[in-house]
C-alpha cells in the first residue's frame, strides 16, 4: 500500500481525534480524503509535524496523532528523545515510513536503506514502539489509541503518491480552525 | 531580587506555562529557575527549530509558550520562524542571550553577533536589547506586547545585562 491508501483506511480511526499532519502530499492527501477541523495541516517546516504534536498533547488532554514520514523524522532526529523523555500518554506518533521522500519526487532516505527508526525510536528511551506492516496500519493505531499509552507506530509501506492540488486554505484560518476544535 | 528570578516572575504572572530552553551559560539561572517553578513545564529541546515546533503545539493545545535560547539559533531558525509561527500567526516570546556583544570572551560568537539584529529586521521581528540591569523592567510589558499582537517578539540580553561572565 502507499501512503494515501493507508491514509484513506485509517481516516474514520483518525477523524474523532486531534491530527497535526505533516508538509506535503501527506496533508493534501488527507485534506482530500478527510477535511477535518481537527486536522492541522502543515504547509511548511519539514520535520516538525511531531514537535508539534507533541506540544499540543503536553498543553491538552485530547488525543494527539501526529502522521510523520520517515523523511521527516530523519530531519528532526533530535525529536525523538524529546518525545522519549517527556511522556505525554495521549500522543502517538504515526510514522508512515516508506523509505522516500515523497514531496519531492521519491528519493530515498536512509530508513529504507540501513537505518531503522524503530531501534532509532527505542534507543532514544521510547517505551512503546511498534513497527507494523502498511495493511495492519489501522488495527495497530487503534490499539494505541485504546491504550492511552504514548505509541511510536513505524509502518512500512510502498512509496508512491497521488496527483492532489496543495491546500489553498488560509494557514491562519487551519490554526483557528484547529484551536476552536481543541477546545470544543 | 535575582535578573533570573524576576524573569521568571514575569513569565508566570503572564501565564506562560511552557518553556522550552537550549543550554546556554548566559541563561543558566534562568534555565534552572524555569525547572524549578511548578507552575511552568520546562522541555528542553535538541535543537531551536524543535523548540519552536514543540511551542507552536503548545499555543494550539491552550498554552502559552516561550523559548529560551543564544542569538546563534537565529540562523537555525529562520525558516520556522517565517513559514510557522509568523505563517500561522502565533506568539512567541524569544529570550535570547546576545553573545559576541562587549565583554564576550570567545571571537566566534562575535561573527553571529554582527549579523542577529539585522536578519531580526529583515524577518520584521519586534526586537529589544537588555543591555542594562534596569532594562529588565520592560520585561512585562514585552511578554504582554507578544500574546497582543501574536508574533515572535526576540528579546536579546547582553553579557552586560548578566553583570559580564
Known amino acids: ?184 | 531580587m535575582s535578573i533570573s528570578k524576576k524573569i521568571v516572575d514575569d513569565f508566570v504572572a503572564n501565564d506562560v506555562s511552557f518553556i522550552t530552553t537550549v543550554p546556554c551559560k548566559q541563561l543558566g539561572g534562568v534555565i534552572e529557575e524555569c525547572e524549578a517553578r511548578p507552575e511552568i513545564y520546562h522541555i528542553p529541546s535538541n535543537k531551536e527549530d524543535e523548540g519552536m515546533g514543540l511551542c507552536a503545539g503548545a499555543f494550539m493545545g491552550g498554552k502559552r509558550p516561550a523559548i529560551i535560547m543564544q542569538n546563534t539559533a537565529i540562523g537555525v531558525t529562520i525558516n520556522t520562524l517565517v513559514t510557522l509561527t509568523q505563517f500561522y500567526r502565533m506568539p512567541l516570546p524569544m529570550l535570547i542571550s546576545y553573545r559576541g556583544e562587549l565583554k564576550e570572551p570567545v571571537a566566534c560568537q562575535a561573527e553571529m553577533a554582527v549579523h542577529t539584529k539585522a536578519l531580526l529586521a529583515q524577518l520584521n521581528i519586534p526586537t529589544y536589547h537588555f543591555h542594562k540591569e534596569a532594562d529588565v523592567e520592560e520585561f512585562d510589558a514585552i511578554l504582554k506586547y507578544t500574546f497582543m499582537c501574536n508574533k515572535p517578539v526576540a528579546i536579546l540580553t547582553d553579557a552586560t545585562f548578566w553583570g559580564g561572565y
Open chain 1, 1 to 184: 500500500m502507499i501512503r494515501s491508501e493507508i491514509l484513506r483506511e485509517i481516516a474514520p480511526i483518525l477523524r474523532p481525534h486531534l491530527v497535526v499532519c505533516n508538509i506535503g502530499l501527506p496533508s493534501q492527501e488527507l485534506h482530500s480524503i478527510d477535511d477535518q477541523p481537527t486536522n492541522f495541516y502543515m504547509l511548511g517546516t519539514m520535520g516538525l509535524a511531531s514537535s508539534i504534536g507533541l506540544g499540543v498533547a503536553l498543553a491538552q488532554d485530547k488525543t494527539v496523532i501526529s502522521i510523520d514520514g520517515d523523511g521527516s523524522i530523519l530531519t528532526n532526529m533530535g525529536t525523538l528523545p524529546t518525545i522519549a523523555n517527556n511522556v505525554a500518554d495521549n500522543f502517538i506518533l504515526l510514522i508512515v515510513d516508506n523509505g522516500s521522500y515523497g514531496s519531492t519526487g521519491d528519493q530515498p532516505t536512509y530508513a529504507g536503506k540501513l537505518t531503522s527508526l524503530t531501534a532509532v525510536a527505542k534507543a532514544c528511551g521510547c517505551e512503546n514502539v511498534v513497527e507494523c506492516q502498511d495493511v495492519d496500519t489501522g488495527k495497530v493505531l487503534q490499539e494505541a489509541i485504546d491504550s492511552k499509552k504514548m505509541t511510536i507506530i513505524v509502518c512500512k509501506c510502498d512509496s508512491g503518491n497521488i496527483k492532489l492540488p496543495v491546500i489553498t486554505r488560509d494557514p491562519v484560518n487551519i490554526r483557528d480552525r484547529f484551536m476552536e476544535a481543541v477546545k470544543a
